[in-house]
Structure formats: C-alpha cells, structure tokens
C-alpha cells in the first residue's frame, strides 16, 4: 500500500468528530493533528474527543503554527464558523483543505478574500473543495440524476426535515428558530446565513450548462403556537418555529436551479409543506426525476439518531481527501471530481 495520507482535523463539534473518528478508521489516512477551538480540548487525546476505543497519541491543540508545520497533505475543515484566515494559512502551507464549513464555490466570498483564496492556492500547491449532506451529496444526486433527463428544465433540491436534534443552537438561531417572525431584515439574514446553498445551486446550474443571469432568495417563516424546551434552546411560542425558503438561480424568467429548506423545529408547528424527513431531489423535465434520501440506522446503532445525519454530513468531506489531494491546485467542486465514494471498513 502507498503511504497514508497525513491529516488534521480541525476541530470537533457534532460533525468534526465524526470526521475524527473516521480518519482513525482509515488505514489510508493518518491522523497526525487534531485543532481545538475551545481550550477545554487542548491537550486532550484525539480517540477520547471523539469516542476511538484506544489513545491515538495526538494530542489536540489551538498552536496553530505547529500545525501547519507538520507538513500534513490535508486538512478536515469543520469549525462552526470558518475563517478565510485559517484557510489562507493551512493553503498557503501545502495543506490541501476539504471542508463542511461554509464552503461549495467560494462564491459567497468578497472578491478580495476569493482572491487571497486562489493565491493561497498558487503558494501552496493546495485545493480547497467543500461538501457535506446539504449542500454537498444532495448537489451530486441531482445533477447525476439529470444525467437521466433529455431535458433538464430544473433541478430542485429541498432539505424537508425537523431539525429539533440537531444540537447547535448558533447555527439554529442564524436561521431565524426562535426569534420573532417580524423581527426586521430577518429574511435578509437568513439569505445570508445559508449563502452557500447559492453556491450549490450556481454549481449545478454550471454543470448542466447554464449561466445564471441572478440568483434570489425566499423565505416563508411560520410562528410555533406553543412553548418546545429542547434543552439546549426553547422555541417559545409566536416565534419562528418553521423556516421554508429557496436559493434559486434564473435564466431570464427560467427557475432552473433551487436549494432550499423546509425546516421545523419544536411540536407546535404546521409547515407550509408536509415534511418528507429527508432531502427531497426533484428533476423538472423529460422525464422528472424525484427521489428521497432518507438517513437510516444500521441494526443495532446504539447512537443517537442525529449522530446518523452528522455522520452522512461529515463523510462527504472526509472521504473526499484522496480526491481533492490528487486534484490540480486552486478551487474545485463535487462538478469536477470523480465521484467520491466510502470505504470497505478493514481497521
Ligand atoms: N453541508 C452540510 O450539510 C452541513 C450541515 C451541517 C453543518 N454544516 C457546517 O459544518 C460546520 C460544523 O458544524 P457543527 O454542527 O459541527 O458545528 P458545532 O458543533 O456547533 O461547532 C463546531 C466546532 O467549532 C468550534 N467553534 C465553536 N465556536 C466557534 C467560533 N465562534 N468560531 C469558530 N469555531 C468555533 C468548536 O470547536 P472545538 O470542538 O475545537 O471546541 C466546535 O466544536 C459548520 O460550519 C456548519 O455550518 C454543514
């Protein structure tokens, strides 16, 4: 066998310890650092951030100087919120970069920050690639299953879930759950906080041979009618309960790409749509095309039910290290690559 692969994982939340524990797993990737945010995790061994049977020996950090100079081939990138900064430097010193973090085009970036990005690259040698569950695989289902089509009139991808588990009440909070549905520049801020399912749909909209003139975005907020403790946030009731909104990319008055979301969150809401709990990909044209993807416990998973989905999130991104490490430097997407698949599990 060829030499592992040398990576790090950059932090480990609900989806950077999925990443963690899968690295461990690989014979083909070797964890040589581990980048902890909060101070209650430096120092502390990688197998027990992230539930390993057996100490790793790497121990987690915030120097992250020390990091960079382990001359790693790549990185898993998954803090809560990302830092052009930290990309810059992990790039800038050879270490390629896959992250679930905001990230599918770099499209959402200032031009000033894109172009940091790309000369980053250049230094380095270096790629950067996003991915994850959405955006990310429901991206790659839908344009492989308009492959399917002799005509392609829209692709249609809609995140239909109730998102009570997903423990990460900053994130929840960004789109809008719990605030009043009133609040000014709400709709605003939300467009802005899931940007980067506009870079998806720009994605797609590429690899099905179109330029979009624009891209717009719209949201339908609905109250919850009563009081849901979550534990780690409340959704009191008249507040925002229920969030339904798409990205959508034009061709003159054509809607030929959207991403979007039907979100609930709590036990008293009514969205505008019935949930599908999964992610919903609908082709419109000859023929449609509809599929769901729904993430399904193995037998006897143990794990809670959310550790499934931060599992189907992480994967997109951890499996794609030999990819994104083999691709030419600079920017690529889930369009240029090959398909990017698991693994048999031999550790
Ligand atoms: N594409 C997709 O399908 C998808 C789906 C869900 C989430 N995401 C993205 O994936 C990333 C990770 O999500 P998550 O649920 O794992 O997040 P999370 O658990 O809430 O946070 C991840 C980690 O970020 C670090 N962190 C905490 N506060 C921070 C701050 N103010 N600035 C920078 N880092 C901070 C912590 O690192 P330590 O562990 O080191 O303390 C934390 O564990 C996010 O950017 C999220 O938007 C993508």
């Known amino acids: 066998m060829t030499q592992p692969l040398r990576v790090i994982q950059w932090t480990t939340g609900n989806i950077g310890r999925r990443s963690l524990h899968a690295i461990l797993a690989r014979p083909d990737l070797e964890l040589v650092g581990v980048y902890a945010h909060g101070a209650d995790k430096v120092g502390r061994d990688a197998a027990e951030l992230c539930g390993w049977p057996s100490p790793t020996g790497v121990l987690a950090t915030n120097d992250v100087a020390a990091l960079l100079a382990l001359g790693a081939d790549a990185c898993c990138y998954n803090p809560l919120w990302p830092s052009v900064d930290e990309l810059c430097a992990l790039l800038e010193a050879g270490v390629n970069v896959c992250s679930s973090a905001a990230w599918i085009t770099g499209g959402k970036q200032s031009p000033e920050d894109l172009e940091r990005i790309r000369t980053a690259c250049e230094r380095g040698g270096s790629t950067i690639f996003g991915s994850g569950a959405h955006p990310g695989m429901t991206n790659l289902v839908g ?22 588990t997903y423990e990460s009440a900053e994130t929840q909070t960004a789109m809008g759950f719990s605030l009043d549905p009133e609040t000014p520049g709400l709709a605003e801020s939300v467009r802005r906080e899931s940007e980067v399912f506009a870079e998806s749909a720009a994605m797609m909209a590429d690899a099905i041979g179109v330029t979009l003139d624009r891209l717009t975005f719209d949201v339908t907020f609905t109250a919850a009618t009563g009081d849901t403790d979550l534990g780690f946030m409340t959704i009191p009731a008249g507040t925002v309960g229920g969030v339904m909104g798409y990205h959508r990319g034009w061709v003159g008055d054509r809607n030929v790409v959207s991403v979007g979301f039907n979100w609930t969150m709590g036990e008293h809401v009514v969205p505008p749509k019935p949930l599908a709990h999964g992610h919903v990909i609908q082709i419109f044209g000859v023929p449609n095309m509809r599929t769901v993807i729904h993430c399904l416990p193995p037998q006897d998973w143990s ?14 991104v951890t499996n794609a290290v030999p990819y994104v490490v083999a691709a030419p430097p600079g920017i690529v997407t889930l369009k240029d690559l090959p398909p990017i698949t698991g693994r048999v599990s031999t550790k």
């Not at 794990?303 to 997109?316: H, N, Q, S, V, W």
């Open 303 to 316: 794990e809670g039910f959310m550790d499934l989905g931060m599992i189907y999130t992480a994967m997109p």
């Open 143 to 164: 344009m492989v299953l308009s492959g399917s089509c002799e005509q392609v009139d829209e692709i249609r991808i809609t995140e239909s879930v109730d998102c009570s």
